[in-house]
């Protein structure tokens, strides 16, 4: 443990690290540094084996979940955890899936070091959604289809699906839900009855990024059909609106 002139344990700094969709590549180059550098390492179980092989082996690795509706470890707990380790003088990197601050709750974790008055940085990832569309040929925003793009969460704390549905009917828009695939039969059919045309294209896309990943295009109408039929594995993205059709074209070959 170092210490200060003072004697007191120099404090050690937490890095909030996004760790992209899976694909280790796309990982940045600030990521891959840090992580090299990394004493303590908590986890989640969204970053990718491959993602964890590049850290040193003297780096203690936390696995802290989560699955859904499984949270391992309490979020409170991880912060503390942070906490704890930071107050030992250890360099601490927090490892999280896609990008820290898009439905990471990336911003909890800092409120806890923050109050505690520890030293943090946050290193941004690739998140899903950038991922999976540059996978899958589907760009989120298009001159011919589509004006804007909005990220939204499928899964709401007490399960219930409470969306702003009213804004969600604009035809010029693309649609990406995280966290949907429990939800997209009423997704999709809400959408239909709030006036959304039901050959709306829209694409699941499953370990995006990953060398299983796997794309399913269907229509709000055909949802049902694509889930009785198909046997779809997490973690998936889903991308709705025009945009979709771009895929035939400009999926990699
Ligand atoms: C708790 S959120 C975390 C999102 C993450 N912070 C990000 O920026 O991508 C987890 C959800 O992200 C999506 N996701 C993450 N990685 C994915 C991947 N490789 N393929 C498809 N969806 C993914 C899924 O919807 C999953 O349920």
Redesign the pocket.
Known sequence: MTTDASNRPKLGKVFLVGAG??DPELLTLKAYRVLQAAEVVLYDR?VSPEIMTLLPESATQVYVGKRRADHSVPQTDIGQLLVDYALKGKFTVRL?????F???RGGEELEQLAAAEIPFEVIP?I??AS??AASAGIPLTHRDYSQSVRFITGHLQDGSINLDWEALRSPNQTLVF???LVGLTTIAATMISMGRSPDTPLAV??????PQEKIHISSLANVEDLLATTVIS????IIIGDVVKLHALLAKS
């Open positions: 969709p899976g969204l999280k899936g896609g990008d820290p898009i439905f990471g990832g998140t899903a991922g999976c995280y966290m949907g896309i499953e370990k995006g990024t990953t997490a973690p998936t993205l």
